[in-house]
């Protein structure tokens, strides 16, 4: 089915066309019906597979439908996010959506100015993409009403109903009306958050659930090698050098540690930035557009950046720390092979790390591709510091025939 054969307005279908959706996604097709018949849902799918516009879209053509009654705007969706980048994200895409419906939507969010958010709130808003924070700090100003919200969205829904969410969460539900639809997305999701989303959700909730068997894209490509601690730095700058050309986002496991691996790109003349929520938002926005618009390819990343951040063509994501919450890694690697587009992910495992990769595995379900190396021995032939001109591929190539000289040296 086309999306020109949905009962959308004319305006969003003319807006699809030229953002150039043809037809929905898996998840799209699904959820869109339910949605717009008002059911509440809970909705599983993969990374990449154009969740947001399937709760964009309904939304967007049901508050337009609706406008034509009564023309001002009061905030009648509000969507819930985890991060800044997100609310900014996902507000752009209502937007796109939205142009010529009159429906407005404002990205709400910490850590800038908020006078110019005030004002766009004052003049009335339809759709609010909101973090917690902020929302809550304007409202308890009385800058916002919930009181007209119909539709409540948990994008990273698990995340949300986790335990520093949570309870902002039943808050935010508390000042809503109480027939309302609420809408829960995510990749991922386990069975105690499962029992608490519908513990919220209507007792006849329609759950959607696409590929449930592997929560990984096949678009990406995921392995893991197992470097020392000391040596990964090496691995990425090989890494990086080896693909000029290729976006690459790199995960590490604290804010320190993100400002160091960039001191040692430095030292190798590589050119990274890195996004961490220890720095100001005006850096953190820049640092993302840089690294969307390919003014730099290179941008180390805490776990702030491991959900939903939606950028083309990102060709490697590198944990070069394993992310010590197990769903993280399927997020941390689903930045990359996104809608149709293909990717890469490699993890480096240190030997202290072996017990989070053991909680990864158990929650994608089956072992992660090893790359096969021996630090050790192949340490003595290879050597980092040195600029060979080799390629990763090669590299491996070459390690994996030392290995086996040595297997069979062991063998005699
Ligand atoms: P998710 O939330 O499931 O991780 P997003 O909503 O961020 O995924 O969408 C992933 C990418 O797919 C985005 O770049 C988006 O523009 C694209 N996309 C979404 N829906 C469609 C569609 N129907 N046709 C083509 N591309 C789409
Ligand atoms: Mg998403």
Redesign the pocket.
Known sequence: MKFSQYSFTPEIINNLEKI??????D??YKSIPAIMKGEDLLAI?Q???????AFAIPIINDIQKKKRNHKESVIRALVMVPTRELAQQIGEVFTKLGKGTRVNTLALFGGVDQESQIAKLLKGVDVLVTTPGRMFDLHHQRFLSLDKVQTLVLDEADHMLDLGFKKDIVDVMERMPKVRQTLFFS?TINAKIKKTAYDLIKSNAIRIQIAPKDPVSKNIKHSVAFVKMDDKRFFLERLIKENPKSKILVFVRTKVRAERVKKAMDRVEIESMTIHGDKAQKDRSSVMNFFRTGKVNVMIATDVSAR?I?I?NVDYVVNYDLPDVAENYVHRI?RTG??KEKGDAVSFCANEEKPLLDEIEKFVGKPIKVLELKQDEYRQTVDFSEDTSLSVKELMGQIEELDKKVKKNKKK
Not at 47 to 53: Q, S, V
Request: hydrophobic share 25%; charged share 20%.
């Open positions: 150039g959706f043809k037809k929905p996604t998840i799209q799918a990374t990449g597979t154009g969740k947001t516009a990749a939903g939606d083309a689903g996104r809608g």
